[in-house]
């Protein structure tokens, strides 16, 4: 025994030396991610290898520290770091083994969480011992506590019972009851075996034994021990609807913060603070999603997106439709299950979860093609069919498909640009490409307002008359291939106001327009918007939005119209701290003056006025007839062929782009268009963001007025500016009108 002790001894002596330097843990940094939240405060992001939030002691409740003492090591405040007759009883138990199954103090389990591996020799016992004496000697209970509280791994990503708090009951860790702060104390041992989401019953098991720890320590009352059992914790799951959908956003804010950090983004704790609005952001993410699903309801159903074959053992059985869907996971609101049953009136499934549901009668419809006995293999809906479905508003159940179109939806405040709801996709898992900020797409006539504005400067007025008739350009005009081009409905309707032009989205109106005020011109005053002018060629197809824009772009662009004819940027971030608080970077909201002017106020009022008619009396006539306010302004678009279709409006303190279209550009359908398509989208949305925001029509600025019932330029008011273009011209004759800037008398030359 002598021997023995020597031995030790000299072990103990040869390896004092040879441990790590500790000093750093007296100011404690561990890795810490980047955290992304709305401007409310709610998280909508986190990055890096470790989820934590690092919390010092005195902000640790008592529940949450009493339950780990309980099951981890009760006499942490009396021993000296070491509990001895634990370790003496592992020992024996495990005499002639080569691994010891010795009882850890949190001491002992912060020096081999910090500094050592976790396997289990006597060798990395005793340097485990001799670091947990240099710990007790060198920090406070306190510290180590802090240290272990915020250090130790608890599953799902989560180091630290504050990222646990949030990662399984999606709350702070100051607002824990007593079961919960003991279901998460039950964690340290095995986070796997013991997880609440993956494994309930074991960890219901544990919980229930450490709340009974509790009560045998004297940290709570039987009473209190009695209630927390009872109690039904709700434990957050991957498809959990309470969190933000905000993965675009947030992965915008990462890959700026790593453009300035670099690697440090995500261990450094920095905590972002954006502008987004959490409320509106929710609504923006479900009324894309809605709008997008929608639209797959008209579509041919696809088939399943896998058959497997489904073993008659129980077990097998289930292992395998698990292994399925974890290969086609949920998507939001639209869940995979496997096919159990299934013919032309009934479609068993089982989900993930376990549970069974059953589609009939009208959630069988999307998918009748693949329940006819005629379907091919391939579309056939049949046992061992990996599916999607999805809860509809009457809480039935229906089949439905994952979308292949992709959409997008931003809005901003046009007063400042900054960003308070942005949907990049369809859904961030499974399609990563923000098309708010990334897609370059052909506007169609959403784009028109910006040729009627370089008009208005042109001598046009909102009652000058245009003439809705055919056009007809041979090669020799346009240099290539003759171009007929028509209106979306097929019609021709003669003539007609400018503001009627607009309204009902006349394409022959706006080329007559363009072909007046000049493609050159044109092309120079869009880029007062916030548009690249290489990206719209100076020809007449600009009139029809042929060119290239991103949605983000296009908000910005009628920002201008709605705060009176002012340039904004987009801005997305309000400050940057790092994890104790100190502000690091702040944004101050720009104050718009005469510096960043764009247009004249009163271009911009007129051309409220005239996107006030569209949402009026025009293709969005829909949107005020919904939502009961005259305060709304905007334009549909619907590209050539319908690939695109957009809504771009505003109301005063609000400017909102919808956006639906393929990524490889193909047609939607005959009947799709931008007022079918985008609008709805863009109407819910605003249907929640104006609740109890003030009608708000703007006041006529300096130099215009009203006369007849119209608004005018001050100089154009008196039977002055165009009046009527294109009128009695001859439809089958190719139209070449010079443009207004070539001629110095523009009422001698659009005389009748």
């Known amino acids: 025994m002598l021997a023995a002790l020597i031995s030790v001894a000299l072990a103990m002596a040869v390896a004092f030396p040879n441990l790590p330097d500790i000093s750093d843990l007296s100011d404690y940094r561990p890795k810490l991610p980047l955290r992304v939240f709305s401007s409310e405060g709610a998280l909508i992001g986190e990055f890096g290898e470790e989820r934590r939030h690092l919390t010092p002691i005195k902000q640790i409740p008592k529940v949450m520290i009493d339950a780990v003492l309980a099951i981890e090591d009760a006499r942490f405040f009396q021993h000296g770091g070491v509990d001895y007759k634990g370790v003496l009883r592992a020992a024996l138990a495990n005499l002639g083994r080569i691994k010891s199954q010795g009882a850890s103090t949190i001491t002992m389990q912060v020096a081999r969480n910090v500094y050592l591996s976790s396997e289990k020799t006597y060798t990395r016992k005793i340097y485990e011992i001799l670091l947990t004496f240099k710990l007790e000697h060198m920090l406070t209970k306190d510290q180590i506590l802090e240290i272990y509280m915020n250090q130790i791994f608890l599953g799902n990503r989560a180091y630290g019972f504050a990222a646990a708090a949030e990662a399984y009951f999606g709350k702070p860790l100051k607002d824990l009851s007593i079961a919960e702060a003991a279901m998460l104390a039950g964690l340290p041992k095995a986070p796997s075996a013991y997880n609440p989401i993956s494994n309930p019953k074991r960890a219901r098991s544990r919980q229930l ?234 506007p169609g006539s959403s784009f028109k307002p910006f040729i009627y504005s370089a008009a208005l400067e042109k001598g046009f007025t909102p009652a000058t008359i245009v003439n809705d008739a055919p056009l007809f350009f041979d090669a020799g005009v346009t240099g290539g291939q003759p171009w007929e081009p028509k209106n979306y409905d097929g019609k021709f309707e003669g003539e007609m106001t400018l503001r009627r032009g607009l309204a009902k989205s006349k394409n022959m109106i706006s080329i007559r327009v363009l072909q007046a005020v000049g493609a050159q011109n044109a092309q120079e005053w869009i880029g007062r918007f916030g548009f690249d002018p290489d990206k719209h060629p100076a020809y007449l197809t600009m009139a029809l939005g042929a060119g290239s824009v991103t949605p983000m772009q296009m908000a910005t662009a009628y920002s201008v119209f709605a705060n009176g004819g002012y340039r904004i940027n987009p801005w997305l971030i309000v400050k940057v701290t790092d994890q104790k608080g100190k502000v690091l970077a702040e944004t101050k909201p720009p104050v718009l003056d005469e510096s960043v002017r764009a247009i004249d106020a009163r271009n911009a009022f007129v051309m409220e006025s005239l996107l006030q008619e569209v949402t009026r009396s025009g293709t969005a006539a829909k949107a005020q007839a919904t939502l009961k306010r005259p305060d709304l302004y905007g334009k549909t678009g619907t590209t050539n062929d319908s690939m695109d279709a957009w809504f771009a409006g505003f109301q005063p303190t609000l400017t909102a ?49 009203n006369s007849g019932g119209e608004w005018f330029y001050d100089e154009y008011a008196r039977n002055a500016g165009v009046k009527s273009l294109g009128v009695g011209a001859d439809a089958g004759t190719p139209q070449t009108l010079p443009s207004i800037d070539e001629k110095k008398n523009i009422l001698d030359l659009f005389k009748n």
Do not use: C
């Open 209 to 442: 034994h450490i709340i009974e720890r509790m009560e045998e320590n004297g940290f709570i009352t039987a009473e209190q021990a009695i209630a927390a059992k009872k109690q039904e914790l709700k434990v957050k799951t991957n498809s959990d609807n309470t969190k933000v959908h905000a993965e675009y956003v947030a992965e915008m804010v990462r890959q700026l913060m790593f453009t300035q950090y670099g690697e440090e983004t995500y261990t450094r704790g920095l905590n972002v603070y954006t502008t987004l609005k959490t409320d509106d952001q929710n609504v923006a993410y479900k009324a894309l999603r809605r709008g997008i699903m929608d639209f797959e309801r008209r579509q041919v159903y696809r088939g399943p997106e896998k058959f497997i074959k489904l073993p008659s053992h129980p077990q097998e059985l289930e292992d395998a439709i698990d292994d399925a869907l974890d290969e086609h996971p949920d998507n939001g609101d639209v869940m995979s299950a496997v096919v159990l049953e299934a013919d032309a009136k009934k479609i068993k499934a089982l989900r993930q979860s376990g549970e069974t549901i059953e589609i009939t009668g009208e959630g069988l419809k999307p998918a009748q093609s693949g329940l006819s006995d005629k379907a091919p293999p391939h579309l056939k809906v049949r046992r061992g069919a990996v599916i999607r479905i999805v809860k509809t508003p009457k809480d039935t159940w229906e089949i439905t498909q994952l979308p292949e179109v992709e959409g997008a939806f931003v809005a901003l405040d046009p007063r400042d640009g900054s960003i308070k709801a942005l949907v990049g996709g369809f859904d961030f898992a499974k399609n990563k490409f923000n098309h708010v900020a990334q897609a370059w797409r052909q």
């Open 657 to 705: 782009v919808s956006w639906i279209g393929y990524d490889t550009p193909r047609k939607l359908g005959d009947r799709e268009t931008g007022g079918g398509l985008s609008l709805p989208i863009w109407i819910s949305f605003m249907e929640h963001a104006l609740k109890g925001v003030p009608v708000r029509e703007l006041e006529p600025p300096e130099g215009v007025v």
